[in-house]
């Protein structure tokens, strides 16, 4: 495996369910970070770790929580979402805090 | 605060020919980075090309370019001898140079291209 990867690429889950989503780099980056990207709006950067220490926490609910292991590893935990948090998550790492982001192919996650 | 905006939402342009995707943006700052972004279907978030406010060189990627106004708050992607595997939404970005928060990319709403075979 090269770069970042995601799994699961998709993902339904109703809103009772708890479910994790989980983000890999194998560049040696220190630095990673969670975005949601919703139909017709920008995206939006929710959560953000540096050398495994949140550094960021966008005003998200807390429906939604990171963990984030090691520098290598980051898992976005669910639980009780709404339809409306149906969106694609996308994982990006970068080798230092403010360095250029590399992105993974997203979870496209639908909540019924 | 940062915006970004990118005013068409769809674009297509003829095999082999030129495009040109445009964004502004809206900042109080004087140094700064801006990004375009591609992301195909396979929806992976890939940089096409970056630019740093201090330089008034426009950079280029091989057949991307693009054209840094900073008195304009303009920076336009162009895309030449388009190839069908340049479908994609592009993203176009900004990031402060400086300050706690310089790790954040703010991004505009994207341009979907076609590529017309």
């Known amino acids: 495996e090269t770069g970042v990867t995601q799994t699961p690429r998709h993902l339904v889950m109703g809103m009772t369910n708890k479910k994790s989503l989980k983000c890999e780099q194998h560049?040696?980056?220190?630095?990673m970070y969670w975005y949601k990207q919703s139909a017709k709006k920008p995206l939006e950067l929710m959560f953000v770790y540096s050398l495994e220490e949140r550094v960021e926490n966008n005003s998200v609910p807390s429906r939604f929580s990171p963990e984030c292991p090691n520098s290598s590893h980051l898992f976005l935990h669910l639980h009780t979402l709404q339809p409306e948090d149906s969106a694609l998550y996308l994982c990006?790492?970068?080798?230092?805090?403010?360095?250029?982001?590399?992105f993974g192919p997203g979870t496209r996650l639908t909540v019924t | 605060a940062q915006t970004v905006t990118q005013s068409q939402p769809e674009m297509s342009v003829q095999e082999a020919e030129t495009v040109t995707l445009s964004c502004t943006y809206d900042t109080s700052e004087s140094d700064y980075y801006l990004f375009w972004y591609k992301q195909p279907p396979s929806r992976q978030m890939i940089l096409v090309i970056r630019q740093e406010a201090y330089k008034q060189q426009n950079a280029t990627e091989n057949r991307f370019s693009v054209n840094f106004q900073k008195a304009a708050k303009s920076f336009s992607l162009k895309i030449s001898d388009s190839q069908l595997g340049d479908a994609a939404m592009y993203f176009c970005a900004y990031r402060s140079a400086s300050g706690a928060g310089s790790y954040q990319l703010t991004f505009g709403k994207g341009t979907k291209l076609s590529v017309i075979p």
């Open positions: 990006a790492s970068s080798q230092y805090l403010f360095g250029e982001q590399y």
């Open positions: 560049l040696g980056h220190n630095a």
